[in-house]
């Protein structure tokens, strides 16, 4: 009895792939936590910024409401402090109430504080915050988060105060973020907390040493603000150079990450924290794994039994189908020969092949390529489409679609692009055209004609087609009917496209004569083709200008191959004209992009660089 022994590799299988889809649902649901986890920074940061810029919309209204009240304006022009306090101060009071306002000033034009209305002690003294700098060095309202004298996250906005068109001051609003945090904190359902560099306290009033005696303190940085109990797990998280992990704590499963906290001249503080409570999420994927774990458990039992009653069952059936497929063997093998021997009357190459194997070949293959027989060819090649000569006049297997065959391919295709080249053993190309006709369902008979002879008068003429008549250079002709399959070709490079011009060609044509301009129109064709690999494209875009395209990494290579292809061409001595110059335009070529778009991008590049002096490079 035949017996195909798969029940324990079945029973293997099953709980493989028991184990790798328990294992493929907890990753994926892991890395959809951690996807979310992570863009709590994204989305504070977001908030924040949109918060600060309407925050400081309302401040702004504030300050021109306040740049109304005459009274305030005429104790300031005065330089009555004592007044300007009177005045203003029940204003500032109801703001601090009702919007949470904790600064306001009135600053001189020199930049001297005449009332601080939140600190009435302190005046006299010079600002130099980037808000008020930049406010006064543009004369139009800035604002930005700063990190004050005391040492406090604030938004600060900054306007300049005009009279009758001539600027007595500066008033300034300031609000401390925290009830920005707060929102925030709660909209995303997660804690934040301020860490402050331990660097940023250096030299500090004595007041603001004692108020950080009472915040938290890690080895670095000080926690100066928090909308929540700050984890212990906070000191190792932030001294370390880590940006996020999971810790355990009061009960709770948290995610906590950070996120550069900095003000608006650039300089690095310290960082936002996010603590992200993510006991539920936790919660729901372990049941979630428990109950499909079951259901599973359950299909693969199923599965086992019912897999062993279905081996036994094609047991006995190969058994009986063995006696058969000998016999079928047999005759196989006896039509298999006959069909070599009409293979081989054939003078052209004739294969058979299932479109991924070659099966069967005619003596004419292997005498072409110099083989004795079929396991001799098949030690070195897979297919005869391996020998395809990559040539885009010819059909080969880079313009194949993934995993497309070339057989069925070719099936698809008119006669005159079922044109392919191929090398024989002394390494001659050849030029075949290619039959295909189904054999079975599952293989063709492929016919290779030689067209050699033919092909080489064509070539010639084709030749003169794509190419100027002048410079030997492509002409414009080739570059729009191949541009999209040379994209395609360099990838996964960009296309580099660089146009390029003689500087006061004119000048030659004028003072020499046409003839001596087409002389320096070649020897300046030589020059850039020497310069360029036998892969890249020279291309005589109309007159004396000329387009190369390249295949890059980044706009960096292309600017220097140019840079070297420009220099040649400085120090080049033309036969007569003596010393010439070029002017270069360059761009890469974008996703999607339309060719027009392309040309008028770099066109411009090379206007710009004739505008500017030429002999020289410019990019767009």
């Known amino acids: 009895?035949?017996?195909?022994?798969?029940?324990?590799?079945?029973?293997?299988?099953?709980?493989?792939?028991?184990?790798?889809?328990?294992?493929?649902?907890?990753?994926?649901?892991?890395?959809?936590?951690?996807?979310?986890?992570?863009?709590?920074?994204?989305?504070?940061?977001?908030?924040?910024?949109?918060?600060?810029v309407e925050e400081a919309a309302v401040l702004t209204e504030y300050l021109e409401f306040i740049e109304g009240i005459d009274s305030v304006t005429q104790d300031f022009s005065k330089g009555n402090k004592k007044d300007l306090h009177n005045s203003i101060s029940p204003t500032y009071k109801r703001l601090n109430k009702n919007v949470g306002l904790t600064h306001l000033y009135f600053i001189r034009r020199d930049g001297t504080v005449l009332l601080r209305v939140h600190d009435y002690q302190r005046d006299n003294d010079t600002i130099d915050r980037t808000t008020f700098t930049r406010a006064r060095e543009h004369q139009r309202i800035n604002y930005g988060l700063e990190f004050g004298p005391k040492k406090n996250y604030t938004l600060r906005v900054v306007k300049p105060w005009f009279v009758d068109g001539e600027l007595i001051g500066y008033i300034e609003l300031?609000?401390?973020?925290?009830?920005?945090?707060?929102?925030?904190?709660?909209?995303?359902?997660?804690?934040?907390?301020?860490?402050?560099?331990?660097?940023?306290?250096?030299?500090?009033?004595?007041?603001?040493?004692?108020?950080?005696?009472?915040?938290?303190?890690?080895?670095?940085?000080?926690?100066?603000?928090?909308?929540?109990?700050?984890?212990?797990?906070?000191?190792?998280?932030?001294?370390?150079?880590?940006?996020?992990?999971?810790?355990?704590?009061?009960?709770?499963?948290?995610?906590?990450?950070k996120h550069i906290l900095s003000d608006v001249s650039g300089r690095d503080l310290g960082y936002f924290v996010f603590l992200n409570d993510v006991s539920s999420e936790y919660n729901i994927m372990y049941s979630s794994i428990k109950i499909l774990s079951a259901i599973l458990g359950f299909v693969s039992i199923f599965l086992l039994v019912g897999g062993y009653f279905v081996i036994r069952k094609k047991e006995q059936d190969i058994h009986t189908l063995t006696s058969t497929l000998h016999k079928q063997k047999e005759d196989l093998g006896l039509f298999n020969s006959k069909l070599q021997k009409i293979f081989d009357l054939q003078k052209n190459i004739v294969i058979l092949s299932s479109g991924d194997k070659l099966i069967m070949a005619n003596q004419a293959m292997y005498d072409f390529f110099g083989y004795k027989n079929l396991d001799a060819f098949l030690r070195d090649y897979h297919c005869i489409c391996d020998n395809f000569i990559q040539d885009d006049n010819f059909f080969h297997l880079k313009k194949l679609d993934s995993d497309a065959s070339w057989v069925k391919t070719l099936i698809t295709l008119p006669e005159e692009k079922r044109i392919v080249a191929i090398l024989d053993y002394h390494n001659i190309p050849h030029i075949f055209s290619v039959s295909v006709s189904e054999y079975d369902r599952e293989s063709y008979v492929v016919t290779f004609s030689d067209i050699s002879n033919t092909m080489l008068e064509y070539g010639r003429l084709k030749r003169k087609v794509i190419h100027d008549t002048l410079?030997?250079?492509?002409?414009?002709?080739?570059?729009?009917?191949?541009?999209?399959?040379?994209?395609?070709?360099?990838?996964?490079?960009?296309?580099?496209?660089?146009?390029?011009?003689?500087?006061?060609?004119?000048?030659?044509?004028?003072?020499?004569?046409?003839?001596?301009?087409?002389?320096?129109?070649?020897?300046?064709?030589?020059?850039?083709?020497?310069?360029?690999?036998?892969?890249?494209?020279?291309?005589?875009?109309?007159?004396?200008?000329?387009?190369?395209?390249?295949?890059?990494?980044?706009?960096?290579?292309?600017?220097?191959?140019?840079?070297?292809?420009?220099?040649?061409?400085?120090?080049?001595?033309?036969?007569?004209?003596?010393?010439m110059t070029a002017s270069f335009g360059l761009t890469l070529s974008r996703d999607d992009e339309d060719i027009v778009e392309m040309i008028e991008r770099v066109d411009k590049a090379l206007y710009l660089a004739k505008e500017q002096g030429k002999n020289q490079i410019q990019v767009k």
Request: hydrophobic share 40%; aromatic share 12%; with cysteine.
């Open 174 to 257: 300031g609000k401390e973020i925290d009830k920005i945090i707060n929102e925030a904190s709660k909209l995303l359902k997660t804690h934040i907390y301020l860490a402050i560099s331990k660097d940023i306290y250096n030299n500090v009033p004595q007041f603001i040493k004692e108020r950080l005696s009472h915040k938290v303190a890690t080895k670095n940085f000080y926690i100066v603000y928090s909308t929540h109990k700050v984890p212990v797990d906070i000191h190792n998280f932030l001294d370390k150079n880590i940006s996020d992990k999971d810790i355990y704590f009061e009960n709770h499963y948290y995610f906590i990450s």
């Open 471 to 579: 410079t030997s250079a492509f002409n414009r002709e080739f570059f729009q009917n191949n541009i999209y399959l040379i994209i395609r070709n360099i990838s996964p490079k960009k296309l580099g496209v660089v146009l390029c011009d003689i500087d006061d060609f004119k000048v030659v044509n004028d003072t020499y004569g046409h003839n001596r301009g087409d002389l320096v129109l070649k020897e300046f064709t030589n020059i850039i083709q020497g310069s360029i690999r036998s892969d890249d494209y020279l291309i005589r875009w109309g007159g004396e200008e000329f387009i190369i395209l390249i295949g890059v990494d980044d706009i960096d290579v292309l600017k220097k191959i140019s840079e070297s292809i420009r220099k040649l061409i400085e120090i080049y001595d033309f036969d007569e004209v003596g010393k």
């Open 1 to 52: 009895m035949f017996r195909l022994n798969l029940y324990i590799p079945l029973l293997l299988v099953t709980l493989l792939m028991l184990m790798l889809i328990v294992f493929m649902i907890v990753f994926t649901q892991e890395q959809s936590l951690y996807q979310n986890k992570e863009n709590r920074s994204q989305q504070f940061v977001e908030i924040l910024n949109k918060q600060v």
